[in-house]
């Protein structure tokens, strides 16, 4: 099982002869081991080209000490590393599927092979408090690395020197860092050992450093906003695997942003480039919301049954809506880690790496911001109100259900593209506007969203209610809580109505 930890460390360098400072005299420190001595062996992991080290992650065997097994190191993250470990193995197996799985997003489909070894003749210092507390420690490494690159073959040495905190605070890790510092230390500009074994890298390709337009251009406002979304779609890349919390209805919020963007702003994209990857978000969405969908109604028909008098629901009629929701999830998750193990996904990652590239920019990536992000919103709104119109003169009930569903996902996207609008690219003057129609964008979406979900749980509740009536079972709770669902319903209806004149309004203010 994978274990997880926070650290807070500095780097120094240090020369040869260089001596670790009297550690003691540091303010809140009561007490100082002697040092413990250890020879760390140490082999990292990566695909032919970095993929690992050029996102500042690390993949290592080690030996040695007292943290033996299988690391990850994640990048920093205010001011701390989180790593991950797994228990020792064979080298000769290679990394833990367990482990891989949580840097698939960034090796995709490559093979991981050695890269380099470091050898680390380590001392560690201790330093406590009065009540034996060790409050941060510092150890000075002997380091002996072999960088295994085919065609890039070397050895190297180097001290170095680290103060990582435990149950000390920030104050007494800089109080550590001047003593080091005044012992003739100098703050490491390597971000790891392994960066600094592997020496310097392949300079990145026009592509791989990506776009970049000055501030208050579409292409400028567009950037920063696929550059936030793509971060987040990685990043929960792990956390879908594991299973987390929220995680799959975050990765497909930022899948469904992405987007959006291409969508709303497609003028500024050569649409060669960027409509397979529209289509393949679209597709990765839809594999996601299949498990979304089940957790959403799961936690309703919980909600729901909560608010009934007490005893009005049998426990049977619970756990059965309940235990259908869990099985339609982990059968729809199957799926999700089925399409996050497939080429399809790996391919769509290569294409959001390109995304951020200038070749998928067109002219109008240039274009005043202010003008693109007005110009997206009106032309969404004019789609939306054919979309209310249609819905308004619609007879059937089912068909003006997936009229109104259609307006959610026209007023979401009127909302995504609202929210592009910033200090950094857009006027005062705009972005005070189109954050008056993002708000009652959101709430109108979150308004037929309600409404949605109760049109979707009734349907399922009568189709219990029907099941049960054939079998001769008592039907009435079920229809008891269909019947909550319609009025539900029925107050999101009343509800919209006022919002989505609240929403023609502020659109018409902003022009």
Known sequence: MVTQSRERELKFEAGQHAEIPELGSIQGVDAVADPARN????????????????ARITLRHRTGGGDEGWHVKLPPAKGARTELHLPLTSLTEGPPDELLDLVR??????????????????????LSDASATVLAEVTDDDVTARSLRKGHEHTSRW????????????????????????????????????????????????????????????????????????????????????????????MRVAARRIRS???????????????????ELKWIARVLGAARDAEVMEDRLRTLIDEQPAGSIPAEVRDKLISSQQKAYQDAYRAVTDALGGERYFRLLDSLDVLLSPGVFDEGALASADDAVGSAIQGIYRKATKTEKASRAEADPDARDHLLHTLRKECKRIRYAAELASREHNSKKVKKSVKRVRKAAEMLQETLGEHQDGVITRALLTEAANAAQKSGADSAAYELLAQHEQELADAAMERYREQWQALRHELKRLG
């Open 39 to 54: 020879t760390l062996h140490a082999t990292y992991f990566d695909t032919e080209d970095l993929a690992l080290i050029r």
């Open 105 to 126: 997003v960034h090796i995709r489909d490559k093979d991981v092979s050695p890269v380099a070894e470091i050898i680390n003749n380590r001392r560690t210092w201790h």
């Open 159 to 250: 001290r170095e020197w680290e103060a990582e905190l435990a149950g000390g605070d920030e104050a007494l890790l800089q109080r550590i860092r001047k003593q080091l510092l005044a012992a003739g230390a100098r703050d490491s500009l390597s971000p790891s050992k392994l960066a600094k074994a592997l020496g310097p890298l392949p300079e990145d390709s026009a592509a791989e450093r990506g776009a970049d337009y000055p501030a208050g251009t579409a292409g400028g406002m567009t950037l920063t906003s696929l550059r936030k979304h793509r971060a987040a779609f990685v990043a929960y890349d792990p956390r879908v695997r594991a299973d987390e919390h929220d995680s799959i209805h975050q």
């Open 261 to 279: 963007i291409l969508r709303a702003y497609r003028r500024i994209f050569d649409r060669s480039a960027t409509d397979q990857i529209e289509s």
